[in-house]
């Protein structure tokens, strides 16, 4: 299949030199319109996923379809070397499909729109965002089945299309892809955010190259991706080694009652170009945790991790691909053949960030970050209120942000790029719960000389009878810790029922039933913690346990002995740190907290939840 692009001025764009201020001034301009996307969307968009949360992905791309400016990678060379059509000025494209655009989107809750930028019928560049829907059909509300085998079972999927056609917007393909989702109002909303959003950004690229030249442009895009290989040619000379790396971590189950699931990743420097290559990841799931992950995305984020650990100043963007080389076996958990289903698979996406720093950090553990990105836990709530009014909550929790080289992880924190929380105050206001906890997990962010970030209790009660989704996970496996670091505190999810009574919510469950005056107390994972708890400052850890982000037994494990208003008893703290220092022996550069079936028993011990079976496997 190949996409045939048609322009009407043919007349071939030139490579010219673009002087520094001018390269300067047009790259800048670019990040601006970059977020001037984010700025229409969440003015115009409906659900508060992408309206509260911003819980999507815009991207300006040069006319090749590498991204220039954006946070995610670029989704345009997996649209174009899968879509058999032609493109014109005036189109825009619709997909909801992974399997249809090589993994460009992972599950078909992400809406992405293109946009070919034209300028005098000559196209230029490109623009791009996909959004997360917060229901698209299928059979449960959210689209996000954790039992689903097929990616038929979650909802409407739509190849990629031309919603517009030469400028004319296709009503009846909308109409029919609105007429299978729960709520079409707010998925028409978000779409034509979307659709505004990126042709907002067509427009400013249409401005910058009538103001400088479209020879200017069309260079200042090169030079701007030639500028990003250079210096990630040089981080990785200097970051990767030629002797292999390998790190594995686990998906903690599958929502089916199986697991752990491994994803495995070994590393190393041929030349120039960086190999990552996942051979030793699972087969495919059963379930729907599968990611469908696209090379390129990976590529993106190695590219962001590099740079922000060894030299924030440098512009990210799709310049270094050429540098790296993904391999991912075909039917393996990132890369199921179709239709295997993908709803869940936020839980392998986050891990992959935990694998990319436990790789990277290997070769230099002073700037290596610990665990704690670990999942996206969501939350979803709906059914119908005393009125007969149909009324659905999807919302996107926080855990503790990993322990890091220059300081303590944030408590609550989001790692996803630009993400907020949803107010409580719009949460109580559209849907009929209440939020009466809202908390750090004291003790939940793993001790070290830098805490890694505590976990968030949240408390839902419910007004109205309805049912619960819960996506989670990190309940069995920890949030490593690195370089003495301990690991963060596990998640975990209770119902209390209105009679006092209390069950035990899986981390991956749909069509949990829930009355009026139920509370769900939702806890997220905690971050391991960064190098030596027993070298952190006691004055510090006192500031910690006063602020009731320690508490007195848990500054035990910084070796500190002190009161519940942090005061420190120096002399006791310094015998008692010298004790624990004889009696633990050699700091390991990761702590897991124990081998997979150590982690069941302790979990099994802990909760009386009965911990994962072995994995089965989906048949190829």
């Not at 059909?137 to 031309?162: F, M, N």
Request: charged fraction near 25%; glycine fraction near 10%.
């Amino acid at each position: 299949m190949t996409a045939i692009l048609i322009e009407e001025n043919t007349e071939p764009l030139k490579k010219v030199t673009v002087d520094s201020v001018t390269l300067d001034i047009i790259e800048n301009a670019l990040k601006n319109a970059r977020f001037e996307m984010d700025a229409v969307l969440f003015r115009t968009a409906m659900s508060p996923g992408i309206r509260e949360q911003g819980d999507a992905f815009p991207l300006i791309a040069n006319r090749d379809g590498k991204m220039v400016v954006g946070q995610f990678g670029s989704f345009i060379h997996g649209f174009m070397s899968l879509y058999d059509g032609t493109i014109e000025e005036g189109d825009i494209f619709l997909t909801t499909d992974p399997y249809s655009c090589n993994g460009a989107i992972s599950h078909a809750n992400d809406w992405l729109v293109l946009i070919p930028i034209y300028k005098d019928h000559r196209h230029i560049a490109w623009s791009a965002m996909f959004g997360h829907m917060t229901d698209i059909g299928g059979k449960v509300p959210g689209s996000l089945p954790t039992d689903a085998r097929q990616i038929y079972e979650e909802g409407i999927v739509v190849p990629p299309i031309k919603i517009y056609k030469k400028g004319e917007l296709q009503e009846d393909i909308l109409k029919l892809i609105l007429h299978n989702c729960r709520l079409p109002h707010w998925n028409h909303s978000d779409f034509n955010a979307i659709v505004a959003a990126c042709r907002t950004a067509a427009k400013r690229c249409a401005e910058l190259s009538e103001r400088f030249g479209d020879d200017i442009f069309y260079s200042a895009m090169d030079e701007l991706l030639a500028r990003n290989k250079k210096a990630m040619a040089h981080l990785i000379l200097n970051a990767v080694p030629t002797e292999k790396r390998y790190f594995e971590d686990y998906i903690c189950d599958d929502g089916m009652g199986m697991g752990p699931y491994k994803l495995a990743c070994t590393m190393w420097r041929e030349n120039d170009k960086v190999i990552f290559d996942f051979s030793g990841t699972d087969p495919q799931s059963i379930g729907s945790i599968n990611f469908y992950l696209n090379e390129e995305m990976f590529k993106m984020f190695c590219g962001v991790f590099m740079i922000m650990v060894f030299d924030p100043q440098i512009m990210f963007n799709d310049g270094f691909y050429d540098l790296m080389e993904v391999r991912i076996p075909d039917g393996s958990l990132l890369k199921p053949k179709h239709p295997a289903a993908l709803s869940c698979r936020t839980h392998a996406l986050g891990r992959v960030f935990d694998i990319i720093s436990g790789l990277l950090g290997q070769g230099a553990p002073d700037l290596m970050c610990a665990a704690g990105f670990s999942d996206s836990p969501h939350f979803m709530y709906s059914g119908y209120d005393q009125k007969g009014d149909w009324y659905q909550l999807y919302q996107i929790g926080f855990g503790g942000i990993p322990g890091r080289p220059f300081g303590d992880g944030p408590d609550g924190h989001s790692l996803w790029p630009s993400f907020t929380n949803v107010p409580n105050e719009f949460l109580e206001s559209y849907f009929p719960l209440r939020i009466e906890i809202y908390e750090t997990i004291t003790n939940s962010g793993g001790a070290g000389y830098h805490r890694g970030g505590n976990g968030v209790r949240v408390g839902y009660r419910f007004l109205e009878p309805g049912e619960i989704s819960v996506h989670d996970d990190r309940w069995l496996t920890y949030p490593w810790g690195v370089n003495g670091g301990n690991p963060g505190a596990r998640s975990k999810k209770i119902l209390v029922k209105s009679d006092g009574s209390e069950q035990l919510v899986p981390s991956k469950c749909d069509r949990v039933k829930v009355m009026h005056g139920d509370l769900l107390l939702f806890e997220t994972w905690g971050g391991g913690g960064w190098g030596d708890p027993l070298t952190r400052e006691v004055e510090r850890v006192g500031s910690d346990v006063k602020k009731g982000l320690v508490s007195v037994s848990g500054a035990l494990n910084y070796g500190v002995i002190t009161d519940s208003d942090g005061v420190v008893a120096i002399k006791e703290t310094q015998e008692l740190r010298q004790e624990m220092n004889v009696a633990r022996g050699g700091i390991e550069l990761f702590d897991k907290g124990g081998s997979i079936e150590e982690l069941k028993a302790q979990c099994l011990a802990e909760t009386g939840f009965n911990p994962p079976i072995a994995p089965s496997f989906a048949p190829h």
